[in-house]
Nanobody, 125 residues
Framework: QVQLVESGGGLVQAGGSLRLSCAAS????????MGWFRQTPGKEREFVAVISRSGGNTYYADSVKGRFTISRDNAKNTQYLQMNSLKPEDTAVYYC??????????????????WGQGTQVTVSS
């Protein structure tokens, strides 16, 4: 099992940027496909992005494509979500996720076995 801790959330004006980080510990970070999700009160958790073990493959939800960038640094056991051109509708709790299955499976199922505690992102208009 891998433990995940998000950081970097906060309050930002529309059009601004934030970078979220997710630090992993417990197992070999590079053996996990990583992802980001978000959730607002009363709604289902929403897929945001996924990245393969090596970082060579990424996939995004249409709602964030072109604005958000997922990346990872396996030497630092950390993944990132760079969020640019933020909109009020991006306001949510953002969750880091990890799974031991290959990217080719996870990008389809979007099922992850390990989750962080979440970090709040609030975008003001």
């Amino acid at each position: 099992q891998v433990q995940l801790v998000e950081s970097g959330g906060g309050l930002v004006q529309a059009g601004g940027s934030l970078r979220l980080s997710c630090a992993a510990s417990g197992r070999t970070f590079s053996s996990y496909t990583m992802g980001w999700f978000r959730q607002t009160p009363g709604k289902e958790r929403e897929f945001v992005a996924v990245i393969s073990r090596s970082g060579g493959n990424t996939y995004y939800a249409d709602s964030v494509k072109g604005r958000f960038t997922i990346s990872r640094d396996n030497a630092k056991n950390t993944q990132y979500l760079q969020m640019n051109s933020l909109k009020p509708e991006d306001t949510a709790v953002y969750y880091c996720a990890a799974d031991a299955k290959k990217w080719t499976t996870v990008v389809i199922t979007r099922e992850f076995g390990s989750w962080g505690q979440g970090t709040q992102v609030t975008v003001s208009s």
